[in-house]
């Protein structure tokens, strides 16, 4: 079965200290990636996506992701978070052979202290 | 440039009434998504919809539940009779076309409380 799994549920860090969430799929085939954040009141925005190409992918506010095949996962990273990342963030699967369904993982909310 | 529109933005009513949620896609995207939010599921797929017709129900969790797009600019999500199980915040979004590589661009939701 397709799913996705964010392994970390609720992250709490201070300013300036850097952050990975884990994201691992189970999905045969083919994949579309995404992360998307939602802050507190507001509906989900994309941060970025990969569907081919270089696997270290460039998002808006300084966030990147690395997908790694051999691994089925698509990691979320950003060197230095500021108060303002306080979010809950999604990690998205989907095929690409498909027209349409997203899966998306439980979100990992991210607190950061100032 | 005007992004997913849903209202309204929040909706408390007794159990057993029949509740209407709207959506209105962004003006070219021929992909609509219903999704349900809770703390206990998450984001959960109830429907979606390419070129108007309906893809993938099987997220609807019950018969109560019903959706439709009777054109490319407006859907509505239907409950009757709700119940306050179905309490949640419920998004809707568009894609510009039918295939998963184009990114979801969501709505700002309707908090629905069910008394």
């Known amino acids: 079965a397709q799913s996705v799994s964010q392994h970390n549920h609720h992250v709490i860090l201070s300013e300036a200290a850097s952050l990975e969430l884990g994201c691992n799929y189970s999905y045969g085939g083919t994949v579309n990636l995404f992360w998307y954040v939602q802050y507190p009141g507001q509906h989900l925005q994309l941060l970025l996506k990969y569907f081919s190409g270089d696997p270290l992918v460039k998002g808006i506010k300084g966030f990147e992701a690395e997908f790694i095949k051999s691994k089925f996962s698509f990691n979320l990273r950003k060197p230095s978070v500021q108060w303002s990342d306080t979010a809950e963030y999604f990690c998205a699967v989907g095929g690409s052979s498909n027209t349409g369904k997203l899966i998306f993982g439980q979100g990992t909310t991210l607190q950061v202290k100032p | 440039d005007a992004g997913v529109i849903q209202s309204p933005r929040h909706e408390v009513t007794e159990m057993g009434q029949e509740v209407t949620l709207r959506c209105k896609p962004i003006s070219g995207h021929n992909s609509l998504f219903w999704y349900r939010q809770t703390m206990m599921r998450g984001l959960e797929l109830l429907i979606y919809f390419n070129n108007n017709v309906p893809i993938d129900d099987s997220g609807m969790p019950e018969d109560r539940f019903s959706a439709k797009m009777p054109n490319a600019s407006f859907s509505t999500l239907k409950i009757q009779p709700s119940e306050p199980r179905d309490s949640a915040v419920y998004f809707c979004?568009?894609?510009?076309?039918?295939?998963?590589?184009?990114?979801?661009?969501f709505g700002d939701g309707t908090r629905l409380s069910i008394l």
């Open positions: 979004a568009s894609r510009e076309r039918a295939m998963s590589n184009q990114p979801q661009h």
